[in-house]
C-alpha cells in the first residue's frame, strides 16, 4: 500500500533542482515565476492526495495465520486464563487450529488440538441439529404441539397455551415462554444426579427449580435452558434412544467430530485428553471439571477443531453443498430467526458490520467457549478455554482474528452514490 501512495502522488509533480544560483529566486518576476509553480504544483499535490485517499479507503487485506504463542501467553497471563484452544476457518476449511498455554495448572500438562473441553452452551446447537434431523425425517414438525410429541411427561400448560402451543421451534429459540432463566451449574463428579423429568419438575437430587411456563409462546424472548430439555425429552420420546446416542449417529459422526462426545461423566478412556476447570484467578478447581446430565442444554465435551468442523458443514450445507446431516432447506431454519428474538432454531442470529453471522457462546463452572461463522462467506472461528475468566480472553482473542482476516464486522455500507461513469 505504501508503493501505491508514491506513486500516486510523484506524476502530478514537477521536481525542480534549488541552487542559490537560481536566476528566478534573484528577482521579483522569478519569485511570482516561483510562487505560480508552487500554487500549480500544490494544486496538482492536492489531487493526488484526493487519489491517495481513494487507494487507502479499501479494507486491509487479509494476513491470518496462526496466533503467536508469545503474545496468546501474554493475554492468558493477562487475563488469568490457564489454556485456551483456537480453530479458525477461511474459505469453507479450516485454516489452523492451536492450543495455547496448559490443561491443568496443577501438573503444567499442555494444551493441543486435540484437548477435550466443556462446550457448556455450545451444546445447545449441536442438540438442535439433531433436532432437525427428527423433523427432516418426518419423526414430528417444527410446529407441532410438543405435548403431543412428549410421551413419559407433560408441560403443564394451562391458560398460557390456550391460544398457541409450545412447540420444537419455540422450544429451540428460547420464545416457548418457560421461566426458568438459568443456566445449570452442573454437579460434583461424585454427586448423584437426576433424570430429565426429575430436572423438568425440580425433584432431588435435581440443585434447579422446576420448568415452567411464565408467559404464552411467542411473546418475548427469554433465555432458557430448561426449553431446551423439554425439547431433549420430545426428541427422545419420539425416536425411542437416549440422546447421547442420536447426536452421535446423526452428527458427531457424519461430520467427523471424532473429538467430541455427549457421554456424562466423561468417559474415563477420554479423561486425560480433557482439560481441568480454573476460577476467574486461574487457579485449579478442587474439582477436576462438573458433571452436566442437562446434555442438550450444556453436556457437550468437544474441541475446537470439531466445532469448526460444525460450523463449515452449516455453512456448506446453506449453499446446498452439503448434506451429511441436513438438507439445504433444513439447514436455513437453524439460521433463520423465528421472529422474537435473537434466536433461530438453536443459533443466534446477527448483524455485524455489513455482514450476517450465527453464532453461540458457552458458560460452564471453569470453562468458557465461543464460536462464529459468516452466514455466506467462508470464514468463522471457535475458541474455548478452561478458566471462569475466559470470556474476557475469548472477545480480546476474537477482536484481533477478526482484524487479521479482514472480516466485513468493520465494513461499512457502501455510500449511495451512482458509481459509473463516462461510457461504463
Known amino acids: ?227 431446551v430439555m423439554i425439547e431433549q425429552l420430545a426428541l427422545t420420546d419420539a425416536v425411542g434412544r437416549p440422546f447421547a446416542e442420536l447426536a452421535r449417529d446423526w452428527v458427531l459422526k457424519p461430520i467427523g467430530m471424532t473429538n467430541s462426545t455427549y457421554d456424562q461423566p466423561l468417559p474415563a478412556s477420554r479423561q486425560a485428553q480433557a482439560a481441568r476447570a480454573h476460577d476467574r484467578a486461574g487457579k485449579r478447581m478442587d474439582d477436576p471439571w462438573h458433571v452436566y446430565p442437562e446434555l442438550a442444554a450444556a453436556g457437550l465435551w468437544t474441541t475446537s477443531t470439531d466445532l469448526a468442523k460444525f460450523l463449515i458443514e452449516v455453512q456448506l450445507s446453506l449453499l446446498g453443498k452439503s448434506n451429511r446431516v441436513l438438507k439445504q432447506s433444513s439447514m436455513i431454519e437453524m439460521v433463520t430467526p423465528v421472529g422474537v428474538g435473537p434466536f433461530a432454531v438453536g443459533f443466534t442470529v446477527e448483524k455485524q458490520g455489513e455482514g450476517w453471522y450465527f453464532m453461540h457462546g458457552g458458560s460452564n463452572w471453569g470453562f468458557q467457549c465461543d464460536m462464529i461463522a459468516h452466514r455466506a462467506r467462508g470464514y468463522g472461528m471457535a475458541i474455548m478455554t478452561n478458566g471462569d475468566n475466559g470470556g474476557a480472553l475469548i472477545r480480546e482473542l476474537r477482536t484481533r482474528l477478526e482484524h487479521d482476516y479482514a472480516w466485513d464486522v468493520f465494513d461499512k455500507p457502501i455510500p449511495r452514490t451512482y458509481g459509473p461513469r463516462g461510457n461504463q
Open 1 to 227: 500500500m505504501y508503493s501505491l501512495l508514491v506513486f500516486s502522488v510523484a506524476p502530478f509533480l514537477r521536481v525542480e533542482p534549488v541552487s542559490p544560483s537560481a536566476p528566478w529566486l534573484d528577482n521579483r518576476a522569478g519569485r511570482q515565476y516561483h510562487l505560480s509553480r508552487m500554487g500549480a504544483d500544490m494544486r496538482k499535490l492536492a489531487i493526488g492526495c484526493v487519489l491517495v485517499l481513494v487507494v487507502v479507503s479499501p479494507r486491509a487485506q487479509p494476513s491470518g495465520g496462526p496466533l503467536a504463542v508469545a503474545a496468546v501467553q501474554e493475554l492468558l497471563t493477562q487475563f488469568h486464563v490457564p489454556g485456551v484452544s483456537i480453530a479458525v476457518i477461511k474459505n469453507f476449511q479450516i485454516d489452523w487450529a492451536n492450543g495455547y498455554g496448559v490443561a491443568d495448572a496443577a501438573t503444567g500438562t499442555v494444551v493441543t488440538a486435540d484437548t477435550l473441553f466443556q462446550a457448556a452452551s455450545i451444546s445447545k446447537t449441536i442438540a438442535a441439529m439433531t433436532s432437525m434431523k427428527a423433523v427432516q425425517d418426518g419423526r414430528f414438525t417444527l410446529d407441532q404441539d410438543v405435548n403431543t410429541i412428549l410421551k413419559s411427561w407433560k408441560l403443564p400448560g394451562g391458560e398460557w397455551t390456550r391460544d398457541r402451543p409450545v412447540t420444537p421451534r419455540t422450544l429451540m429459540s428460547h420464545t416457548s415462554g418457560t421461566g426458568d432463566g438459568f443456566g445449570f451449574p452442573g454437579y460434583a463428579p461424585a454427586a448423584a444426579v437426576p433424570s430429565v423429568v426429575q430436572i423438568l419438575d425440580g425433584l432431588p437430587p435435581s440443585n434447579r427449580e422446576k420448568v415452567r411456563l411464565e408467559r404464552p409462546p411467542m411473546t418475548g424472548f427469554k433465555y432458557s435452558g430448561g426449553a
